[in-house]
């Protein structure tokens, strides 16, 4: 199993900042991908981004220049830096890992338990 340890989510004002990190563990062989998701009230979950552990990101448009994602390999973590928060980010977000287990070439994919993030005047 894969355990996912999410930290970073809270309240903050339009404009303000939060960062997201999600840290990895278990008995996973390889990672494919790691990232974040979010469901706000009433509408579906969406990828907000994701990046793999060569760096490669991808983004949702709506955050696209305004949250940067990261990877630190070596650490096993994800960081989502949420920049210029607006109301309409408000929304539960989910860490993400696609991973390879030992033994199989066969994907699989982890989530987290979710954080609030609360962006409100």
């Known amino acids: 199993q894969v355990q996912l340890q999410e930290s970073g989510g809270g309240s903050a004002r339009p404009g303000e900042s939060l960062r997201l990190s999600c840290a990895a563990s278990?008995?996973?062989?390889?990672?494919?991908?790691m990232g974040w998701y979010r469901r706000a009230p009433g509408k579906q979950r969406e990828l907000v981004a994701s990046?793999?552990?060569?760096?490669?990101?991808t983004y949702a448009p709506s955050v696209k220049g305004r949250f940067p994602i990261s990877i630190d390999n070596a650490k096993k973590t994800v960081y989502l830096e949420m920049n210029k928060l607006q109301p309409e980010d408000t929304a539960v977000y989910y860490c993400n890992i696609g991973v390879m287990l030992r033994g199989t070439t066969m994907p699989r994919s982890y989530w987290g338990q979710g954080t609030q993030v609360t962006v409100s005047s």
């Open positions: 990046i793999t552990p060569g760096g490669v990101p």
């Open positions: 278990g008995s996973f062989w390889s990672i494919n991908n």
